[in-house]
């Protein structure tokens, strides 16, 4: 997906266009509050003061032709549900929702929204994950069974390149991206030799990642 609008500014929605952007996306980004409009305009591409309770606002500004709404109004219920149905009505492809509670979560899901996500509850499982096992510095959640982990090279790997590993046969996991001195690589190739201090970048199912950690 390339092109993006964020429907709310607050420090959830922001910092989602800040970061798209900064992966090379074009990101439209709406909201009411003209003065958080302002505080985000210089790092979008577009940026626009409106209702996206109100459908025609939306249609002024080509809903249609974007691949992605990212609806950041997680505070309140009735807004969201209404955006949603403004998007869905207008052919949004993919409708991301911030949700508050779980409730808002089962109500969002049933108007047909493609990702539902509540970011302190996000947050605090992988937080949870970090704190439960030492060599794990980051966890991203990619689904209820997938997931990636952020390790350092445990010592038995060192000195061995990707193909003697093997890790995908023997562990059942991909690694993705090798992290040293600031500097990555990304899909690294399989003579690719773990150095001391890489950092890894592991992509599997729940259980497979348990193995590793326990590495």
Excluded at 97 to 126: F, M, N, S
Aim: charge should be negative; hydrophobic fraction near 45%; charged fraction near 25%.
């Amino acid at each position: 997906m390339k092109n993006f609008m964020v429907i709310g500014l607050g420090r959830f929605g922001s910092a989602i266009a800040r970061q798209l952007c900064g992966l090379g996306a074009e990101v439209l980004v709406l909201d009411v509050r003209s003065e958080l409009v302002q505080q985000v305009s210089n790092e979008v591409t577009h940026a626009a003061v409106g209702d996206a309770q109100d459908k025609e606002v939306l249609r002024a500004l080509g809903a249609r032709n974007f691949d992605c709404a990212i609806i950041a109004i997680g505070d309140d219920l009735a807004a969201s549900v209404l955006i949603t149905m403004n998007l869905k009505e207008l052919g949004m492809p993919y409708i991301v929702c911030k949700a508050h509670d779980e409730t808002h979560r089962r109500v969002l899901e049933k108007l047909g929204v493609d990702r539902v996500v509540i970011p302190e509850q996000e947050y605090g499982q992988r937080l949870a994950r970090s704190l439960n096992s030492h060599n794990v510095l980051d966890y991203i959640e990619i689904s209820g069974e997938y997931g990636i982990l952020e390790v350092p090279a445990p010592a038995g790997w060192v000195g061995k390149s990707l193909k003697e590993l093997n890790v995908r046969a023997k562990l059942g996991v991909n690694i993705i991206a090798v992290e040293n001195d600031g500097k990555t690589n990304v899909s690294p190739s399989a003579d690719y030799r773990i150095v001391e201090k890489d950092v890894l970048a592991v992509l599997g199912d729940n259980a497979a990642l348990e193995r590793v950690q326990k590495l």
